[in-house]
T-cell receptor, first 115, second 111 residues
Framework: AQSVTQLGSHVSVSEGALVLLRCNYS??????LFWYVQYPNQGLQLLLK??????LVKGINGFEAEFKKSETSFHLTKPSAHMSDAAEYFC?????????????FGKGTLLTVNP | KAGVTQTPRYLIKTRGQQVTLSCSPI?????VSWYQQTPGQGLQFLFE???????NKGNFPGRFSGRQFSNSRSEMNVSTLELGDSALYLC??????????FGSGTRLTVV
């Protein structure tokens, strides 16, 4: 079984400020973890993924996430927010090896970037 | 390379009708999965196909069905539509180790 909890349905930051979006997971076996971004009326775009290699994962658009097994967390960060980062972000988990062939998503966090 | 293609992008149907949505995966990807996205329930897994076989199914009524063809293209069908079926339906294709790549989705409105 697997589940994801995203803390904070809405996060607001100023342009240039640190972005921190929180994700905690539960998994019966070692997980694969993903962050996706969704812009209005679009599909999901993969930002980054953790598949049991390096625990600090770098993704696109300056985002990165760190896998912390002891805290069952996979928080997403970006040092300096840009207006174009405003979107909804989803954390997702699958079982390692893809053995149940599905992603389980969190409820999402809407990121607002203020000028 | 071309991404995941979903057609149509928008659809309006009447309660009681049925609908078929199509998904063409990235070339070489043999796994296709479907998700329903609604404001209330978020993103929920519908089913996954690999080489024309359904390997996993989410917790949806039997009105929701799917299939996959030999060229890996997939369709999902919803029969006897209800107002609550209004949603964004997303298709994803995957290759081992590559993660899941999503299409732009089909926005279904049931009136």
């Amino acid at each position: 079984a697997q589940s994801v909890t995203q803390l904070g349905s809405h996060v607001s930051v100023s342009e240039g400020a640190l972005v921190l979006l929180r994700c905690n997971y539960s998994s019966s076996v070692p997980p694969y973890l993903f962050w996706y971004v969704q812009y209005p009326n679009q599909g999901l775009q993969l930002l980054l993924k953790y598949t049991s290699a390096a625990t600090l994962v770098k993704g696109i658009n300056g985002f990165e996430a760190e896998f912390k097994k002891s805290e069952t967390s996979f928080h997403l960060t970006k040092p300096s927010a840009h207006m174009s980062d405003a979107a909804e972000y989803f954390c997702a988990v699958s079982l390692s090896g893809g053995s149940n062939y599905k992603l389980t998503f969190g409820k999402g966090t809407l990121l607002t970037v203020n000028p | 390379k071309a991404g995941v293609t979903q057609t149509p992008r928008y659809l309006i149907k009447t309660r009681g009708q049925q609908v078929t949505l199509s998904c063409s995966p990235i070339s070489g990807h043999r796994s296709v999965s479907w998700y329903q996205q609604t404001p209330g329930q978020g993103l929920q897994f519908l089913f996954e196909y690999f080489s024309e076989t359904q390997r996993n199914k989410g917790n949806f009524p039997g009105r929701f069905s799917g299939r996959q063809f030999s060229n890996s293209r997939s369709e999902m069908n919803v029969s006897t539509l209800e107002l609550g079926d209004s949603a964004l339906y997303l298709c994803a294709s995957s290759f081992p180790g590559d993660g899941y790549t999503f299409g732009s989705g089909t926005r279904l409105t049931v009136v």
